[in-house]
């Protein structure tokens, strides 16, 4: 095992804030483990920062009017002191549009297009001639083929999920213009993914079957099977990191290629700042590589990332990759786009002073091999019971009895009972576990000696030993001093707020992972300790239950809120509404308009006469169709002439999810023609 460890943590992406899914599936257990190693003595580099380039970016800048940098600044700013509140201890956490990371990924791309490792394609994309720019994926909308959703973008569906591509969109159109793109060749770098199969069956496959998790290796086993194919790593795009060869102007790297690259671009700012050597990190075989990711980044980061590195030559391979599943939110998937979500920095602000429980949460709900779910009354419990009334309550006995009974000095006790060596065994258990990237096991452990811990003292009762057997009661506060000491000293990865107050209660310092796990004694004997508070707080009802209605407010909006619908036209008064005479009608004859695919002339019974009226229903009725077919009409519209017909009137339509047009009709088939509704 390396005593170098380059860690890395996906690159949150800056077009909006990191919520608690985030935070449980990458960032709080790569910090875990982080300031682990770091305790464990090991040298440790624990990089990550904002990933800026890439098309949402510049969609939320366009829909907002200002400039896709505006965008990026404000995010990574909002991002990097979330994490900085919640204590993610990145050694370096920067951006990919810092002149480093620039530099860095386009002399990466520059030593694959020397050696060879790119093929040059020409392809068909879509373009604007009006913007007079090619258009990504994200900038095409048009009819979903599979549900109608007139919304829909060129790589996915919202509405339905379906994952698209532009060519099969039913009436494409540009975001940019509005209007139809044509199809325009354009030439793109493609890396040949084919060509690393081998290599990623021997390193993965078979080199990474008995110590990699099983959703991890069973995704990218999945991918070797199906075979891969070439993949661009440039687009048209005016966003990024510019493609560095002569002819390739409009051109920039593909966001999944200069991303990862930022791993090793921010090392290199920060071993500048601190005298290291960063290929020490990167290229050196006595270092070990682990990339903390969410599982949908599995692909990224164990079959195209391993692929650019093997193809520059220079770079070690990854360790590990122990992504992550995805965690829900009250039995229903996270979505920023719903505003389903528990956002850091609002936790922050809402729950001042208590990170440590939103860490201790997460971790114990963490989604390590199958999603996992977060509720508040979970969250509520596990404060509660757990840290408030185990942990916390351990702790405060401890202290609070030492100074009643010994002014606050550690009383002498026998180093060598058998207790201590639970503290040792705890130790060993909780780092085993941290090594193999069980969190929630490690995180059980730790609160299993705060267990120990409470049964020993409630066990020994020194509050009623003190009187008849002063040693007795004074050997088990000894040990008690050494437990809550542990604890302070072996909880600092998990809840690093609350390890800080516990060192400083027990006035003792951070000492290595070592120590605890081989010494039986972590306090001495006639050690002064100082005032003790509490170290977790009760969270009433009241508090949750204003969580909880924060959701169910954004579930209502959600419900009420139809992201297809046109917005409401501009209000009228009840007496613009009286004015519309609105009359149920019978349809006696239809027959097509002639040159005019969309229209039927139809001849209306409406009660008060037979009229002409012309309508746009050719594409989802035949004239047989509607023959006979009970209606509403809209009988006060001004005549208007359409295609040389004198149409007189409006029938009311409305569109179904398929595309298709429906009649309103009456709920009573046998109501009379001219009936007023309304």
Request: negative net charge; glycine residues 6%; charged residues 25%.
């Amino acid at each position: 095992m390396s005593n170098r460890k380059m860690i890395t943590a996906a690159l949150p992406y800056a077009n909006g804030p990191v919520h608690i899914g985030h935070l449980a599936g990458v960032y709080i257990p790569a910090d875990v483990y982080a300031r682990f190693q770091r305790r464990s003595g090991k040298d440790v580099a624990f990089i990550c920062g904002s990933d800026e380039h890439g098309i949402p970016i510049t969609i939320r800048a366009k829909k907002e009017g200002v400039t896709p940098q505006d965008i990026v600044d404000k995010y990574h700013g909002i991002i990097k002191k979330s994490f900085s509140d919640l204590g993610i201890s990145f050694d370096e956490y920067s951006r990919t549009t810092s002149e480093k990371h620039y530099e860095t990924s386009q002399d990466f791309f520059k030593v694959l297009y020397e050696k060879g490792k790119f093929t040059e394609e020409m392809s068909e994309q879509y373009f604007d001639e009006q913007a007079g720019e090619f258009l990504a994926d994200r900038y095409i909308v048009g009819t979903c083929p599979n549900c109608g959703n007139e919304n829909a973008y060129g790589d996915q569906c919202e509405k339905c999920g379906s994952t698209l591509s532009p060519s099969e969109l039913i009436n494409p159109k540009s975001m940019l213009s509005g209007n139809v793109p044509i199809l325009k060749e354009t030439k793109n770098w493609y890396l040949p993914l084919n060509e690393y199969e081998d290599f990623l069956n021997d390193w993965i496959i078979e080199g990474h079957k008995d110590d990699w998790k099983p959703n991890v290796y069973g995704q990218v086993k999945s991918w070797l099977n199906d075979g891969l194919k070439p993949r661009a790593m440039t687009r048209d795009l005016n966003w990024g990191v510019p493609v560095p060869l002569s002819g390739a102007e409009g051109k920039v790297l593909y966001v999944w290629f200069d991303a990862p690259i930022g791993y090793i671009s921010f090392t290199k700012e920060w071993a500048e700042k601190n005298g290291k050597d960063w290929k020490d990190y990167w290229q050196s075989e006595e270092s070990d590589l682990v990339h903390f990711i969410g599982k949908d980044n599995i692909v990224f980061h164990c079959i195209i990332f391993p692929s650019m590195m093997k193809a520059h030559g220079e770079y070690i391979m990854p360790k590990n990759v122990p992504a992550f599943e995805f965690l829900n939110l009250e039995n229903d998937k996270i979505s920023t786009s719903r505003n389903w979500a528990v956002w850091a920095h609002e936790y922050v602000e809402d729950f001042p002073g208590q990170q440590d429980v939103l860490r201790y949460a997460l971790l114990s709900s963490a989604p390590e091999t199958k999603d996992n779910n977060f509720t508040w009354k979970d969250f509520q419990t596990k404060n509660n019971s757990e840290l408030v009334g185990i942990f916390g309550n351990f702790i405060n006995r401890v202290a609070v009895l030492i100074h009643k009974y010994y002014d606050g000095i550690v009383p002498a006790g026998d180093a060598n009972t058998t207790e201590l060596q639970e503290i040792n065994k705890s130790a060993k258990e909780i780092a085993g576990f941290l090594e193999n990237y069980e969190f929630r096991n490690s995180l059980t452990a730790l609160m299993n000696l705060a267990r120990f811990g409470n049964q020993y003292l409630q066990n020994e009762e020194p509050w009623k030993t003190i009187k008849d057997s002063p040693e007795k009661a004074a050997n088990s506060l000894f040990v008690g001093a050494q437990i809550a000491v542990a604890l302070a000293q072996l909880c600092e990865p998990f809840m690093p707020f609350s390890s800080e107050k516990l060192l400083n209660m027990f006035n003792v310092q951070k000492s290595e992972w070592n120590d605890v796990e081989t010494k039986s004694v972590l306090i001495e004997a006639g050690h002064q300790i100082n005032a003790s508070s509490l170290l977790f707080s009760k969270i009433e009802d009241d508090v949750i239950e204003a969580q909880i209605q924060k959701l169910e407010n954004t579930k209502q909006n959600n419900k009420k809120t139809n992201p297809n619908a046109n917005p409401m036209k501009d209000e009228i008064t009840f007496d613009d509404f009286t004015k519309i005479d609105l009359r149920t009608a019978t349809i006696l004859e239809a027959e097509k308009v002639e040159k005019a695919d969309k229209l039927l002339k139809l001849t209306v019974d409406t009660g008060v006469d037979v009229r002409t009226v012309v309508s746009g229903i050719a594409e989802s009725f035949t004239p047989e169709e509607v023959i006979g077919k009970q209606v509403m009409i809209l009988l006060n519209l001004a005549p208007r002439k359409i295609r040389g017909i004198e149409s007189q009137g409006m029938l009311l339509l409305t569109t179904k999810p398929d595309g298709k047009l429906s009649f309103v009709t009456p709920d009573d088939s046998n109501v009379e023609n001219g009936i007023e509704i309304g």
